[in-house]
């Protein structure tokens, strides 16, 4: 980069941010914009609560998930924040490592222990994969083929579509559940009425819509159907984290899943640093790229090892940088510390515990749908074509029929077959990614 390119990229960044990257805040502020950034992490509220449930876990263990997934998130956060990327990235739970455990753990004869062991070991490959070594790392060269807004945008879509079975379901809930099917759906509605109108006309609060959301339906249930606080009561003040909570065991189709899995969010997340550093008038260079990279396969590590989720950049903390104007790296390092004191204290985990299925599942199912339309947002940056229009419509048919193969004929398969063709994020976006390399030409080339 030239001196009049950095020049031009300063006045640039000075038009964005009131405050600059490397800027420091007062404590208050840090503490302010630190909850803001935790608010926006809406993932976090739910994945944890739907995993732990939809496996019939204890309250214990489902708390536990949402402890371990501030933790890892916070983790990785602080090492984006000052030690590696240096800059103001919040990382989240990641919505494809959500559906893939999800998947994975109901499979015969792997449930979670075989699900996280081989996350676990997906991730180890994924940071050898991604260790910068001058400069560059595998992964990181391998990601210029997937930087294209096509690809980009069809895998979030992919994603959504293969969680959306948690969703809706889960909010009406099945004829055994206590609530079904009329407390069920109304509470749950109540609760995304709450988060809807908070996040449009909430001003100041519409970050915590989520969190107003879940309590105004649990609230509402509870009148219906008696929520006990006991637990929360009775548990102790903080966390222990366990090595393989869930069980340890390795199956080689699972770790290639998980790969595969963890590659979008990689990719993903690098369009969003460096669309960051050219808000923030720095370049952010190869070298820099493989790092922020390489902190996303830490986490995944972790996660696998302590039980969590790997993690990814949220478009909702991008966005909150333009709008606050505050561009500090280290009001998201104040977020980071949050998170690990937040998932620490398992009392806050247990109040999570205490929201009810249907309530959690509603706000899914808008969450979910606020973030696949996300994907079609990208897709409007797409220069359609015949090619395009090709790429992306067989890509399409294939993940969504792969959800519908009959159970006699995935019972003919071998798992890693199975696994790969009934997951849209796997199917589709490997149909996705060969058809783009075909038919669209090269690579996308780094700015």
Not at 150 to 167: D, P, R, T
Not at 365 to 392: P, Q, Y
């Amino acid at each position: 980069m030239t001196a009049g390119e950095t020049t031009a990229s300063k006045e640039i960044a000075e038009k964005i941010f009131d405050v600059g990257i490397d800027e420091r805040l007062s404590y208050d502020q840090l503490f302010i914009l630190g909850l803001q950034n935790i608010f926006g992490m809406t993932g976090m509220f739910v994945f944890p609560g739907i995993l732990g449930r939809s496996f019939n876990l204890p309250p214990e263990q489902i708390a536990y998930l949402y402890g371990m997934t501030f933790l890892v998130c916070g983790f990785v956060t602080i090492l984006q924040s000052v030690l590696l990327l240096r800059l103001p990235i919040t990382q989240g739970p990641y919505a494809g490592s959500f559906a893939t455990l999800l998947a994975v753990g109901h499979l015969p004869n792997a449930g979670l222990g075989a699900a996280y062991g081989s996350f676990f070991v997906a991730a180890l490959i994924w940071c050898v994969l991604t260790v910068p070594i001058a400069g560059f790392s595998i992964i990181g060269l391998f990601a210029r083929f997937l930087r294209a807004p096509l690809i980009a945008g069809m895998i979030v879509i992919f994603i959504m579509i293969q969680v959306s079975n948690v969703a809706l379901p889960g909010w009406i809930g099945l004829v055994q559940s206590p609530g079904f099917p009329v407390v069920n759906f109304l509470t749950g509605a109540l609760a995304v009425a709450v988060i809807v109108g908070v996040s449009v006309w909430g001003g100041k609060f519409r970050r915590a819509a989520i969190l107003i959301g879940l309590a105004a339906g649990t609230i509402a249930y509870a009148i219906v159907r008696p929520v006990s606080l006991d637990a929360v009561m009775k548990a102790p003040l903080l966390v222990a984290p366990q090595v393989f909570p869930f069980g340890f065991a390795v199956q080689t189709d699972l770790v290639i899943v998980f790969l595969l899995v963890l590659l979008p969010a990689s990719v993903g997340s690098m369009a969003l640093y460096q669309m960051v550093g050219s808000w923030g008038g720095q370049n952010v260079s190869s070298a820099r790229m493989s790092q922020g990279v390489f902190a996303i396969g830490l986490g995944g590590v972790l996660a696998g090892l302590v039980g969590g989720f790997s993690t990814i950049v949220y478009p909702d903390n991008i966005g909150m940088l333009r709008t606050t104007r505050v561009a500090s790296r280290y009001a998201t390092l104040a977020a980071g510390v949050l998170l690990i004191v937040l998932g620490a204290s398992i009392k806050f985990d247990f109040l999570l515990v205490v929201v009810p299925l249907p309530i959690l599942a509603a706000a899914a199912t808008l969450l979910f749908g606020i973030v696949l339309m996300h994907g079609v947002h990208i897709l409007a940056k797409v220069n359609w074509d015949d090619r395009t229009f090709i790429v992306a419509g067989l890509a399409m048919m294939v993940a969504l029929g792969g959800m519908f193969i009959s159970p006699e004929v995935q019972a003919q398969m071998p798992l890693l077959v199975r696994l790969v063709a009934t997951q849209p994020v796997i199917s589709g976006g490997l149909t996705l990614v060969v058809l783009h390399a075909l038919l669209c030409g090269t690579p996308t080339k780094e700015v």
